[in-house]
Structures are given as C-alpha cells and as structure tokens.
C-alpha cells in the first residue's frame, strides 16, 4: 500500500504486522491421503428410471376389466338397452287404467261456440217426437262448454264438450280441465303465460283456483309416484356400474333474490337423470334441501 491508500483507510503504517517469508516459516506438512472408498451399488429400479425410456406410438387403452368381457362402445351400448328395457317395463299400463289411457289419446280441436249451438236448434232428437228444440242455457266451466237443450214437449238434456273423469262430492271432474292444468305442469310451463295466450284468443281456461287444485290433488302426486318408481328403476340398473355422473343447478330467478335451486344429477353418456333435490332458501346464509 502507498501513503496515500493509507491516508484515504486512516491507518496506521506502523501498526500494519509484519508477515515473515515463506523461507522462514518452515516445511509444509505432509497432505494425507484419503481412503478409497467404493461407490454405493445402485438399485437396478434406480438404473432404469435413469435410463432414457422411447415414447409409444400411440396411447395406451385402459384396462377393460372393469367392463368384463366388452369394450367401452359395447358396455354403453348395453347399459342403454337395459334402461330402456326397464322404463318401457315401467310405463306399461295396467287394466284397470286403460280408460283414462283413452281419455287422453283422444283428438280436441279449438272451435267457436257459436258452431256448437247451431247443431241443438231444429227438430228434437227424441225418436217419434217432431216439435223444436232450442237452447235454453249456455255455461263455460274450467273450460268445458254446458249446453242445455229442450223441446216444447218437455223432453231436455245437458250436452258438455268433455268425456266426465269423476265425480267428487256432487262435482263432475271433466277431463279437459285436468288435462289443461296437468299439462302446463309436464311442458314446463307455467299458469299466467298459458292464461294469458287464452285470454288472447278469448279461449275459455281454467281459474287460478281450479288450476292449483287440480296441481296438487291429481298432477303432482301422479308424477311424484312415476319419478320414484322411475327413480327406483334406474338405480337398481346403475347399481354395479361404473359411472360418470354431471350435475348442475338451476335457479327460479337471476341475482340474489333467487328462492329456489333445482340441482340435477345426470349419467354423462346416456343423460339420463340420476337424482335431483330441490333447495328453498331462507337466506343467503341457509337453505333448505328436500329430495323430489
């Protein structure tokens, strides 16, 4: 170092220690070898997870043992046929329920009242009678038109516009008016649009009384007994399956004041529906899960 390194460190040149030569200090010692030691055997697993592996041509299948003897297209393929099987199985129509089978298989057309009263006027149909009959009353009911008829000799009847499905407490059941409210329930449909498109027409429809009474009394327990037995059927096919099953939920309304989820779980290659829940929600904290 020079003076003026020194300055620049503020040290002392005297106080610097002297180092002795290499000359003076004496031999160095002797290095000692180390001990050869023998490198560790490697496991031959480890050798080959080393070693470079060729990459297949192509993708290897999975095992199909989990379909037994068929492969994936023929497994589907069977487990089709067997869920069709067993609805079709299911939604065979006994005996005694052939009558209302044929109640809903029967044609219904719109037509004008006013063509309808037309047929009851001119000669009484009693066999041997020739006076006139005319319509003495008109009345529309949950959709099914009354019609009143009588001749100046005394002989009277009602017509109605729909085959009677029952009679409750002295109340005839018509089987227009169960199939108008049933069927806005099954299409997915709902009660102000369907009765606002018939007030459009000026179509005679069902009250919003009527309406909720045949939707609780009649629709909802019929489809409620044909989900579970469905339900049932479905199950006991998928029961020693392999599955893969997507869900989704859906809400009655968008944003937070949404009331109800239906959540729905479906078999991901036939789309059939596994299960599905309905949640009402009390709050945005807690809601309530009941199985349909």
């Known amino acids: ?3 003026a390194t020194l300055t620049a460190l503020e040290i002392d040149p005297e106080l610097e220690p002297e180092q002795e030569p290499l000359s003076e200090q004496g031999p160095l010692p002797e290095l000692v070898p180390l001990p050869e030691v023998e490198p560790l055997p490697r496991p031959e697993s480890l050798v080959e997870m080393c070693e470079p592996q060729s990459q ?14 068929m492969n994936f297209d023929d497994q589907q393929k069977d487990r089709k046929r067997r869920v069709s099987t067993a609805i079709e199985e299911l939604l065979v129509v006994e005996e005694n329920m052939q009558k209302f089978l044929e109640y809903v298989k029967e044609d219904r057309v ?13 000669q009484c149909s009693e066999v041997g009678c020739s006076s006139m009959r005319k319509v003495v009353e008109k009345k529309l009911e949950a959709g ?3 019609i009143t008829h009588k001749c100046s000799k005394g002989h009277s009847g009602i017509w109605s516009s729909s085959s009677v499905l029952g009679e409750k407490r002295g109340q005839k059941i018509y089987v227009s008016s169960v199939l108008l409210a049933s069927s806005v329930l099954v299409s997915g449909n709902n009660f102000e649009k369907v009765s606002l498109l018939a007030k459009s027409m ?8 009527t309406f909720a009474r045949i939707q609780s009394l009649y629709a909802v327990p019929s489809i409620r007994e044909l989900w579970n037995k469905m339900k049932e059927v479905i199950w006991k096919v998928f029961e020693n399956d392999v599955l893969v099953v997507c869900g ?3 809400m009655d309304s968008p944003g937070f004041s949404a009331k109800y989820c239906v959540y729905t ?6 789309n059939v529906i596994i299960d599905l829940k309905v949640f009402f929600f009390l709050n945005s904290n807690y809601f309530i899960g009941t199985p349909t």
């Open 110 to 122: 719109i037509v004008d009242v006013k063509q309808i009263v037309e047929l009851f006027e001119g």
């Open 144 to 146: 099914v038109l009354l």
């Open 1 to 3: 170092m020079d003076s």
């Open 248 to 250: 989704d939920g859906r």
């Open 56 to 69: 297949p041509d192509t993708i290897p299948t999975p095992s199909l043992t989990e379909f037994g003897t």
């Open 265 to 270: 779980m479906m078999e991901h290659y036939l």
């Open 202 to 209: 000026n179509l005679h429809y069902v009250s919003s009384t």
